[in-house]
């Protein structure tokens, strides 16, 4: 019984915080972002520095790699999320050589989440260098 209660006194703690920590105030610079940005099946371009500016969202970092299959700076990842400064270059195409889809226009921060990524890389930190086919890109402009 006491392994029970502990453990819905700590579900009810996380349930209580996980909404605050998510609403909590920003800078007075920056304010929430307003759309999301979803392709599906195409291929990406990212050039640029991940930026060292933070907001509140769930992970606490400006980039996350998961399930990373490959060897040096080619390969597979299941998911990746990362966050640029605003003189990135993104540019979302149909396929490679196709027809342009999305280009960041340089005055926010794009949050950029790859699912099923599937081509190369090269980094230099903060520096990276993205090119590959996606089989799911969703972009969050924030400012």
């Known amino acids: 019984m006491k392994k029970i ?10 349930l209580t915080l996980v909404p ?4 909590s ?9 307003t759309g999301i940005e ?14 060292t500016a933070d907001w509140a969202r769930v992970f606490g970092i400006n980039f996350v790699k998961i399930i990373h299959l ?12 990362m ?15 196709g027809e342009l889809l999305y280009q960041h226009s340089g005055a926010t921060y794009p949050e950029v989440v790859l699912f099923g990524f599937r081509g190369q890389w ?15 890109v969703n972009i969050l402009e924030r400012i």
């Open 122 to 136: 090269s980094a230099n930190m903060p520096y990276f260098n993205v090119n590959g086919t996606a089989k799911g």
């Open 5 to 14: 209660t502990g453990v819905l006194v700590c579900l009810m703690l996380v």
């Open 20 to 23: 605050l920590i998510g609403a």
């Open 25 to 33: 105030k920003t800078d007075d610079n920056k304010v929430f972002p």
């Open 38 to 51: 979803k392709f599906r099946d195409c291929y990406v371009e990212l050039i640029g520095n991940i930026t």
């Open 83 to 97: 966050i640029f400064d605003p003189d990135a270059t993104l540019n979302v195409y149909s396929e490679q050589g």
């Open 70 to 81: 490959g060897m040096h700076n080619r390969g597979f990842v299941l998911m990746w999320l």
